[in-house]
């Protein structure tokens, strides 16, 4: 796989997780604003991504500084994704389950790098440019964790 087609990859996870989110904030109401967030920080993810290609694609940035984990976890990510749209299509899922997918998807690793490359410390000039389009608000795992506790939910 080229550098162009991981970071390809990379940016169709964090829309498959936007669209996931995007999907469970309609079935949920209760949690709609938790989900909605999470789906606006996924896309804002893919376009950072997509600035930081340009730079891969000019010979300015390396595809490892973006994407540091292998092509592996990447479409093992994708798959958890695939299975997790799956069963919201199905119908057949309640808020607990839905926040407990949420949570197995933060924790892949081809999701969770672009977090940590984003919120760490760099030498590059360019990362540190993308870094400042990263509005994190917080990370994934900790609001999702979070809500499930003020909701009581086990």
């Known amino acids: 796989m080229s550098s162009y087609e991981e970071l390809e990859a990379c940016i169709e996870l ?20 938790l989900f909605r967030e999470l789906a606006i920080e996924e896309e804002n993810h ?20 973006v ?21 919201i299509e199905s119908g ?16 892949s690793l081809g999701e969770s790098y672009l977090h940590d490359k984003m919120t760490g410390e760099s030498d590059s000039e360019i990362i540190l440019k993308l870094q400042k389009l990263h509005f994190d ?3 994934h795992i900790k609001r999702i964790q979070d809500f499930l506790i003020k909701k009581g939910i086990e």
């Open 92 to 107: 057949d899922i309640i808020l607990k389950k839905a926040l407990d997918m949420s949570l197995l998807l933060e924790r």
């Open 14 to 33: 964090e829309n498959k997780c936007a669209g996931i989110y995007r999907a469970l904030s309609r079935l949920f109401p209760e949690a709609e604003s």
């Open 67 to 87: 994407v540091p984990v292998s092509v592996l976890h990447i479409k093992e990510s994708l798959k958890i994704a695939d299975n997790i749209a799956n069963e």
């Open 46 to 65: 893919a376009l950072i991504l997509k600035v930081a290609r340009t730079y891969v694609m000019g010979d300015k940035l390396s595809q490892e500084t």
């Open 137 to 139: 608000e917080g990370a």
